[in-house]
């Protein structure tokens, strides 16, 4: 299965969103009020795999702090490679939680020693890639359908237990209360095909009224910027 890339292309997202609209024409609404939401994309590699797992649970200037020092650390980009020539005391001193830098460490070692090869997921129906993912210690499934949206290029998932989304689900559909994931799941069948797409949308509908990261999930809707 290739990438599709529409969330990478500002007319490819726009189109999306215009189908989706099409499909749900309240949708229309959100759009006007906020307009299209800004492209997201992510490399699909090891750095964008442990990002994620840093900025779990922590705000957004909080993680892009420890992710700046480890940066340092690695002078430059951080790579499987230089994550096994640091020792955990370096790793921590970077910020990270004993388990992070234990997770991020596992994940390097899985890749260099091939146990994990993330080129070979592009082929892998959506279902089977967020497993897939989701084997990785440290990586939940919010964290696997973030990558798999924004550094592999789906275009059909929808992070239902993101909390933001939750939110921007239930006034929406004018709901007395949040929805929990399964039925988030289910409301967004409407979009199928779109659901990426939308979910930039929601994401950034909640961002006009809510200025601190969401959390949700194992991670938060905030973490990835445009």
Not at 92 to 115: F, H, M, N, P, V
Not at 146 to 161: E, T, V
Not at 183 to 195: D, P
Request: net charge positive.
């Amino acid at each position: 299965m290739q990438p599709d890339h529409s969330c990478r292309r500002r007319d490819a997202l726009r189109s999306e969103l215009d189908q989706a609209c099409r499909l749900d024409p309240p949708l229309r609404g959100i759009l006007d009020r906020v307009g299209y939401p800004e492209p997201r994309w992510r490399s699909p590699d090891f750095s964008t795999l442990a990002q994620i797992i840093n900025a779990q649970q922590l705000s957004v200037r909080a993680a892009a702090a420890i992710w700046h020092r480890l940066e340092r650390e690695c002078r430059g980009t951080v790579t499987p490679e230089k994550i096994r020539n640091r020792s955990m005391e370096r790793l921590r001193a970077c910020g990270l939680s004993e388990r992070k830098a234990g997770y991020i460490r596992g994940l390097a070692d899985s890749i260099l020693s091939g146990q994990r090869v993330i080129a070979e997921w592009h082929s892998l129906p959506d279902e089977e890639l967020v497993c897939e993912i989701t084997r990785i210690k440290g990586l939940g499934k919010w964290s696997a359908e973030i990558f798999a949206m924004f550094a592999l290029g789906r275009k059909n998932l929808f992070p239902a237990g993101d909390l933001a989304l939750q939110v921007a689900v239930q006034r929406y559909r004018q709901m007395r209360s949040r929805p929990g994931e399964a039925q988030v799941r289910r409301i967004a069948e409407m979009w199928s095909r779109h659901k990426t797409a939308v979910a930039l949308l929601m994401w950034t509908d909640y961002g006009t009224t809510a200025l601190d990261a969401a959390r949700g999930g194992d991670a938060g809707a905030a973490r990835l910027k445009p």
